[in-house]
């Protein structure tokens, strides 16, 4: 059996890791070779420190929310830890897209596309779109709009038990999703985009006692 898996590198490798194991209920902890670090938040200096508390079993497991996605035919991919992103492609115009949330409109946003992103995903893409910082431990949806061209796009916070579904509207012929920064697929105005909270969660290893919000006034002075 395998105890715990390390990853060595960015966040980015964080998040490759996290779609290679799959559903194995690995945990996970990562040493930062990257830039910022939120998820592979353990700098190279403390690498004696963590496998030391690693032998002697002195970690918690912090459970995180995953994202699931719905698009036959499309993504092979099913499940996100920071977003899944709707976005144009990059030789076409803006696009427009409806977001419904449990069948109730929320918005058409008229832009570059949307992302749905979960707490842990709150500091990244998210966050460059204007989009709120949340609590990792939450479950919540965080809807950010991408450089919408419209006075009234916000984000907004949806309950974690709820079902959104995205489509293109009729004058958007072509789109791309991405799943934690990796290109899925591309969808057409036909495709049906359903986005839920997963059953499946991400078991990621905390040593220490910095938390969340050490984390971020480092990371983000």
């Known amino acids: 059996t ?3 898996f390390i990853s060595i590198g960015g966040d980015g490798t964080f998040l490759d890791a996290v779609a290679t194991l799959g559903k194995k209920n690995i945990p996970i902890i990562g040493i930062n070779m990257g830039r910022l670090g939120f998820l592979s938040n353990v700098n ?3 690498i004696e420190y963590l496998f030391i508390n690693l032998q ?3 970690y918690i497991v912090e459970k995180r929310m995953l994202l ?3 698009c036959p035919n499309r993504c092979t991919t099913s499940f996100a830890l920071n977003d899944i992103v709707i976005h144009r492609l990059a030789y076409s115009g803006l696009i427009t897209v409806d977001v419904t949330i449990d069948g109730q409109h929320l918005n058409s946003y008229w832009g570059d596309g949307v992302i749905i992103a979960t707490p842990t995903g709150s500091t990244g893409y998210s966050l460059s779109a204007g989009g709120p910082v949340a609590d990792p431990t939450m479950e919540l949806f965080i809807a950010s709009p991408i450089c919408a061209h419209m006075l009234h796009a916000r984000c907004a916070l ?4 709820k079902e959104i579904e995205i489509i293109l509207k009729d ?3 072509l789109a791309e999703i991405t799943i934690d920064g990796e290109v899925c697929d591309k969808i057409t105005n036909a495709d049906r985009v359903i ?3 997963s059953d499946l969660n991400a078991d990621i290893i905390k040593i220490g006692n910095q938390s969340f919000y050490d984390v971020l006034i480092d990371k983000l002075r």
């Open 68 to 70: 699931e996605l719905q």
């Open 44 to 46: 190279m200096d403390k």
């Open 158 to 161: 949806l309950s974690g038990q």
């Open 56 to 58: 002697q079993g002195n």
């Open 171 to 173: 004058d958007t012929v």
């Open 195 to 197: 986005i839920k909270k």
């Open 2 to 4: 395998i105890d715990f």
